[in-house]
């Protein structure tokens, strides 16, 4: 589907079974679409361009924004208002709610923070100062059901499976794992993954580490970049390409 709002689509969000909440950046908006028909239904513009989004609950998302801040969005059925605003601790990238807090990548320096839902920080994991290369560029984020935190490195292409405290657990790595963008949580040992390097989205299983393809070329993906799932509906959206403009839609067995 397309948008009809032109800009480049930078992430999306299932907001109900009939809503998406989209990331346009170029023009500085989050818009709420129609999943069913494509329409765009409310749109809100922002003092910067918006990075990254995640569902807090289910009438409020948080968007982290270019000018190193986080811009809380708050949804009204089929309307859109700005909420709260606060300053971060650098540009950040990736954004996820665990429980009642938000998780924060970094690019520059790469590392993680947790912080409250007023902006305090709770927990920092920075890689120059862990003396390692954990991170290089850590752009999406994703939470499961059972705490755990997933990072995607879009540079040395590894998912990071870290607590809610910041203390990483597990790394993971594949030849089929290319340049992984957006990531998704679907139940407790079930991510998914953009590997945009080589036009998959993969399945991730944390207790085995092991990595699957499923879905690619032959169905349409060209360099995923976002994406995100609705579990009632069994539906994935996937975003191909920031710069497409467009929304793709699977359905899941």
């Not at 990072?151 to 910041?166: A, E, F, G, K, P």
């Not at 957006?182 to 991510?191: F, R, Y």
């Not at 879905?215 to 579990?231: E, F, N, R, V």
Request: proline share 4%.
């Amino acid at each position: 589907m397309k948008t009809g709002d032109g800009g480049t689509i930078f992430d999306i969000a299932v907001v109900s079974d009939t809503r998406l909440l989209v990331i346009v950046y170029g023009n500085k908006r989050v818009i709420l679409v129609n999943s069913q028909t494509g329409g765009t239904v409310a749109k809100v513009s922002l003092k910067s361009n918006p990075r990254r989004v995640c569902m807090f609950n289910n009438i409020m998302a948080v968007v982290t924004l270019s000018d190193k801040s986080l811009q809380l969005i708050n949804i009204n059925g089929y309307s859109l208002e700005l909420g709260q605003s606060f300053c971060v601790n650098g540009d950040a990238r990736g954004v996820a709610r665990s429980e009642d807090k938000i998780v924060l990548s970094y690019e520059s320096p790469p590392g993680l923070q947790v912080l409250s839902m007023d902006g305090t920080v709770m927990h920092t994991f920075n890689t120059r100062a862990a003396g390692t290369d954990v991170f290089k560029y850590p752009s999406f984020i994703a939470t499961s059901t059972d705490g755990m935190i997933y990072v995607s490195d879009r540079d040395i292409s590894t998912v990071t499976q870290l607590d809610s405290n910041l203390v990483v657990t597990r790394t993971y790595s594949d030849a089929i794992l290319q340049n992984p963008r957006g990531i998704i949580c679907v139940s407790a040992d079930q991510v998914m993954v953009c590997s945009y390097g080589n036009n998959r989205i993969l399945l991730l299983c944390p207790s085995t580490g092991a990595i699957t393809s499923i879905l690619g070329q032959q169905d349409g993906i060209k360099m995923p970049w976002a994406l995100t799932y609705s579990p009632p509906q069994k539906k994935l959206y996937v975003v191909p390409n920031e710069t497409s403009g467009r929304i793709q839609v699977f359905q899941q067995q």
